[in-house]
Every structure is written in C-alpha cells, then in structure tokens.
C-alpha cells in the first residue's frame, strides 16, 4: 500500500504537527509513504533549492504511483488544491482531512466525486485516527 | 469570449484590488467574466451563505463555458489550484498571474503543461496588461 500525503509547504506550515502526526500513523502501520518528507520541520528550505519543474514531476510521479491520496487541507495551497484534482483524475481515493471549524474551500467541501472524502478532526491524534481508518478500508486485510 | 476568473475567497483577500483591476479591465475589453462577483468587497460573505454543492456546481459549469481561464495566485488557494487543473483538463488556456516575489507552489511554476502561462507583476496596473495581453492572444482580431 502507497499513500501519497499532501500538505501545505509554501502556504504555511502552522499545521505541521498534524502532518507528522498523520505520516507517522500510515508508516507505523506498513504504508509507503512517498512524500513523509513533507510533513518533517526544514523541508520549506529543502524544497525552495530544487527547481519547479523537478518537483512537478516527481509529484506527478508519485501520486500516479499511489493507491490513494490523504491531503491536509486546514491551511489553503494552491498544489494541494491541485493534487487532489490529479488524483481524482486518476481514479484514485482521496481523503481531505481538516481542523473543526477551520473554512475549507467549496471547490472541495461541495464537490460530489465519489472518491473524495472530507473530514474535519479535533488534534492531531484525531487526524492520525481518521488516516489509519481511510486506509483500512483501502486494505481491509491489514 | 468568456474567462473564467480564478481568486482566493476563503484563504484570504489581500489582493482584492488587483481582483478587481484584473476584472474590470477584462469587462472593459468586452470578454464576459461569469465570476467577475468573486472579484468585489463582500464576496466572502455573499459565498459563505451559498451551499458547498451549489458553489461547486456553478463554478464547474462556469468553467466548463469558458474560453480559458485566469487564475491570481498570489494568495493560497485549495480552490484556484483544483480549478485551474480541471481547465487544463478541459483543454482551456490558463494564465496565472502572481505579485512578483510572491512563493507560488512548484505544482503550478513547475507545470509544464502546453496550455499553462505563469506571469508576475509589479501592481495591479500592470496585472490587468498581462490579463489584457493573454486575451488579445486568444482573440486576436479584438
């Protein structure tokens, strides 16, 4: 099982512990997870360093390679934004997970695909909660 | 010729101004804007009240209407990085236009897709011109 986890990086990190709360979750429980990097403190100075074009296409390439997608959506980003749409594309699962009360864009929160799952949790035990039950019911054996 | 244009509404209105400059010079040369409103002081509540279905389905129709596509990205959005991948699907030109300095997400500088223009500018002046000028190209004999 591949899960390719979306955040926020050039948008704000405001919400990193839920990133690494979320990753830590997937990898404990035996999923690959291309883009835990992301969700690690110093990775706004890692990514600034490599060109554009190289993080496209690694992106691209990672997310065609997934089973699904998990996106934090609690702070805006127009790649996150972006990543989901190529993922439902694709015809992969995607969950959006996102703080209690935080507004989340209605090109998300309104959108009927039926792959897309958005959630909203409470702490990030919660976030973490609501990634190991999405990929349960991609994996039900595990 | 109708363009859809693209802005923040939940992740913050910082640019308003240039919104509008970007709209208004568009509605001045005669291209119709189905979402010139996302563009006034106001918008986030007017939208606020509006169903997250609702919204979603005006704006893919919009979008689906459109000749191509302008998108501000200086401020991050989940919204604007989903449309503006779900136009170049649909085989539309996008522009996105962003203040000069401003971090914009590699999923978008990076892109290379055929179809996607990324252009910084200085003010809101010189913002509506680029609009101006990626119009003249779809629609050269205006």
């Known amino acids: 099982m591949n899960i390719y986890f979306a955040c926020s990086i050039t948008g704000g990190r405001a919400y990193e512990a839920v990133y690494q ?8 429980a035996g999923v690959e997870v291309p ?4 969700a690690e403190t110093g990775v706004v100075d ?19 390679s997934a089973d699904a997608l998990i ?22 699962p995607v969950l959006c ?19 897309l799952i958005v959630r909203s949790y409470q702490n990030s035990v919660q976030a ?3 990634a190991r039950d999405f990929f349960s019911t991609l994996h039900p054996t595990l």
Chains 1, 2 share one sequence.
């Open 35 to 38: 883009t835990a990097h992301l």
């Open 46 to 64: 890692e990514e600034r360093i490599i060109q554009p074009r190289a993080v496209y296409e690694r992106d691209v390439a990672w997310m065609r």
């Open 97 to 115: 997970l996102h703080e209690q009360g935080r507004a989340v864009s209605k090109m998300i929160t309104g959108n009927p695909h039926p792959n």
């Open 128 to 130: 973490a909660e609501l």
């Open 21 to 28: 709360s979320i990753t830590r979750a997937l990898l404990d």
């Open 71 to 92: 996106a934090e959506v609690s702070v805006p980003s127009h790649g996150v934004g972006y990543e989901i749409g190529f993922a439902l594309n694709l015809g992969k």
